[in-house]
């Protein structure tokens, strides 16, 4: 951490968060800050990127056990090194994880800069949100906490609103935080002309935030100190303590301390922002970046006819979507969930999400494509006795040394090279070669390789769900089976020691 | 064609249409008559089994050689035998197609009965439908042509209308057919009380159809007798002699017939009768047999919240919609396509199916499913070197014998046994067994057994459409490559011998 006393400022991502209002791009096991809702990138990556460069130290990024393959693949592909990556036990809101943060940083360095920001909103010019930055530098070098700022433009009920007091020298303070207003009470506010949007970025001293929570929510510091003492490192993540985080209340920041203190500066952030926190906003800021007539925006596998103030967005070129004479509409397909909603209900859509989990439906909460650490699989055809998969391998990842009890596999490379173990027999299967796994044999996948494996699984069996699976040893510290396969199930062969549960936070398979 | 003279009355289904107002569940090929809209036979089953019964003859099918295998089929599964189905060699309307059928009907008995009825329409009471018939059957007995008409309850513009003429006995004549109209004009002959939609139901005796062509059409006489003359039956199908056919006019029978003749009467159809020619007309049906709260019809994959006027389909459980706030709308979803539209622009689907045609899109035309003689296949993943398939082959049914130039294919039986030729090999493969095609085999899938062969067919190659065969024999007279392939390709293994290309109509693959 020798990064936090040189003066750096150490950005710290909030990726824990799994909203809705983007439902069915954003769900519950994938949610949006790592999906690309607008441009090529994810939102989290933009967000590593912005944050990157000669004024910053490696980031913080605070997420949870579902979600730390997702960051830490989503990461690699930045190119942003040395990030460290924190494994909150159970969600509890921001209030503890900036103070964990804090609290790492000020390890280091009491004086040390934190950043810390969303990892879903969208800034597009980083350049000017630098600058901007460099600015409230200074403020913060007061002692001052600083919160970001939003000069609204319409009386959005979505956002808080921040209460301006006088000019103090270079700087205003926040007089008052107000939650999520009316619209009516949204209108008065912009009507007054005082009050920003909180953006829900802060800059502070380590110390400084230390101190807030000192005095305004002093039983937040033994139990998060303590799950920090507690933490332990595991392949490239920090895992929290897990009984003290657990006793933490669940609170906002904002309702810990912004509400509290009195020492709360804004400095205003000029350059464009978004919060892209429901599809009305991400219509908005479509509209305001390719301006068209009718303010109608399609993307590739969508067609518009006759159609005004509307977002059409296909789930790709294999599930085409198409309006006819719609007003003031969001339409969103996936390739498994269609939303079709009046533009003016786009904060409703969690209606959609309950309605559908009521229904046990697996749309409500989950994607087909399912990732896991050594990479990702998909259902291609589900039927009653089989099952058809696409299964990619990143190169050098392996699949957990397994057996099934009810299903056999049949396995078709289809790119890359794979290499199969099978009970005693260890081989490379290229593409166009196939493999059968017999149900009850001792198997592994593993990609030796510098290109992923693609290949297609056939299962075939009475029972196919996921639990029918004894994992023998696994590269990732996913739970294992106690005991080894014995001689003759394939044990002498495989290159490992027994290893024991050493996560159980883990949930994943295969 | 005893029964002909026997007093039964003939049903002659059109089935060769192909409207799009009903994309994306009806495309043009496979259109709505073979598709399930209300209920769980498809509307071709639905008015095959309406036709059937002691009063009716077997039924002649009119459709075309894209349809032939599809109507097959279906008339299988409906158990009705005895069925003649005509191929038409191009689509030339209505008015050449009834006049074959009456040509066919008259040969055996020019008094014999003839019943023309569309294949896409609703008519939910079979029983009510009957005893309609049979007083029409009185009134064809006088020479007349009987139409059937329907007392209509809005005033439609999709639907032609019937002026009736004074009561005459026991029926009433048509004064005048009157083509669709404009929503004023349709209102104007709702408020007059003297006008019938126009149901496409006709009832007559073979020879009067021939006389009126003979009054007001002749020159469709001689050219659809020609084709009947050059006709040949090919295993289940009657193909009509395709240089006539192509000369003859493209017109429909009420603009050849029915708007000159002064023989026409009326019979009124007073059962449920809908031609489900939009999706207002089956939002509109299906409200009126489960009339919900909000005229909202849902189905098992769909969700309505805060909805009013709203049709919801899904495209299964595997791809769920969500309305949220929709008022007068139409939501279709397809597996490939999804349709939003106003209620109001039901008429206008088709501007959908132009853009996508405009595109490029297949969704404009046809379904992932591609339906075969000997079954279906649909492909599950495409991507750049691979693509899997789920194909399904009918007990009995047979693949033509071909080779790849370019492709390798691994199949993976997961239900039934198949007999798989490859090369000189002969073999049965069986659920959760696999065999290699290598490319360039000779090959050839049968399946022998009493249920259906599924498999999951895994290609590897650069180049992977479906023009990239060469086909030694098929059961199906597609054509086939005119020399076998050599000793050494797989030539003695196999019990057939080459077949010329025999029908020029047939563009399958596989």
Same mark, same amino acid.
């Given at each position: ?45 933009? %967000? ?34 040395? +990030? ?8 509890? #809101? ?36 630098? +600058? ?32 301006? @007091? ?26 007054? !002309?005082?009050?920003?949007? #909180? ?31 507690? %933490? ?15 006793? *933490? ?27 892209? !926190? !429901? ?6 800021? +479509? ?53 079709? @909603?009046?533009?003016?209900? @786009? ?80 081989? *490379? ?60 199930? !394939? ?20």
């Amino acid at each position: 951490m020798k990064d936090h006393v040189s003066g750096k400022i150490t950005p710290v991502l909030l990726a824990g968060g799994s909203g809705t209002r983007l439902w069915p791009v954003s769900r519950k096991t994938f949610p949006k800050q790592f999906s690309s809702i607008t441009g090529d990138e994810t939102l989290f990556q933009a %967000a590593v990127r912005r944050l990157a460069g000669p004024v910053y130290a490696p980031p913080i990024v605070m997420t949870n056990a579902d979600f730390r393959f997702i960051v830490a693949g989503q990461l690699e592909q930045t190119g942003v090194s040395g +990030a460290t990556i924190v494994v909150e036990p159970v969600g509890r #809101n921001t209030a503890p994880a900036i103070l964990a943060a804090a609290q790492m940083v000020a390890s280091g360095n009491p004086l040390g800069l934190v950043l810390v920001a969303p990892s879903d909103h969208m800034i597009s010019d980083s350049a000017a949100f630098s +600058a901007i930055v460099t600015k409230a530098v200074e403020i913060v070098k007061t002692g001052r906490i600083v919160v970001f700022g939003v000069r609204p433009d319409r009386p959005a009920s979505a956002y808080g609103y921040l209460e301006l @007091a006088d000019q103090e020298g270079d700087f205003q303070m926040v007089r008052r935080f107000i939650e999520k207003p009316a619209t009516d009470r949204a209108a008065d506010l912009l009507a007054d !002309g005082n009050c920003l949007w #909180n953006a829900g970025i802060f800059l502070f001293q380590a110390q400084a935030m230390i101190d807030e929570f000192r005095n305004h929510a002093p039983e937040f510091l033994s139990p998060v100190q303590a799950s920090l003492d507690l %933490a332990r490192h595991d392949t490239d993540f920090l895992w929290l303590g897990d009984e003290p985080w657990r006793e *933490l209340p669940d609170r906002s920041i904002d309702y810990a301390i912004m509400e509290k203190s009195g020492n709360i500066a804004v400095c205003r952030l000029s350059c464009h922002w978004a919060d892209l !926190g !429901g599809w009305d906003s991400v219509w908005h800021e +479509a509209v305001a970046a390719c301006p068209t007539g009718n303010a109608v925006v399609a993307d590739e596998g969508a067609t518009a006819i006759d159609c005004r103030n509307v977002l059409l967005r296909s789930g790709g070129d294999d599930l085409q979507v198409v309006g006819i004479g719609l007003r003031d509409m969001i339409v969103v397909a996936t390739s498994d969930a269609v939303l079709v @909603a009046d533009l003016k209900r @786009a904060q409703d859509v969690r209606l959609a999400v309950d309605a559908l989990a009521a229904k046990r439906r697996k749309q409500a909460v989950a994607f087909p494509r399912e990732h896991r650490p050594w990479g990702w699989y998909e259902t291609l055809a589900r039927a009653d006795r089989f099952q058809v998969k696409r299964i990619m391998v990143e190169p050098g990842a392996s699949l957990s040394l397994q057996k099934h009890m009810h299903r056999s596999e049949h396995w078709v490379v289809v790119s890359g090279t794979a290499q199969v173990t099978i009970n005693d027999d260890l081989r *490379l299967v290229s593409e166009n070669e196939s493999v059968y796994v017999p149900l009850g044999a001792v198997h592994r996948m593993t990609n030796p390789g510098k290109v992923p494996v693609i290949l297609i699984e056939v299962q075939t069996g009475v029972y196919l769900e996921e639990d029918d699976i004894i994992r023998y040893h696994d590269q990732y510290a996913r739970p294992v089976h106690p005991q080894m396969p014995v001689d003759g199930d !394939g044990a002498e062969a495989l290159p490992f020691a027994a290893q024991a549960d050493v996560n159980n936070a883990a949930r994943h398979v295969s």
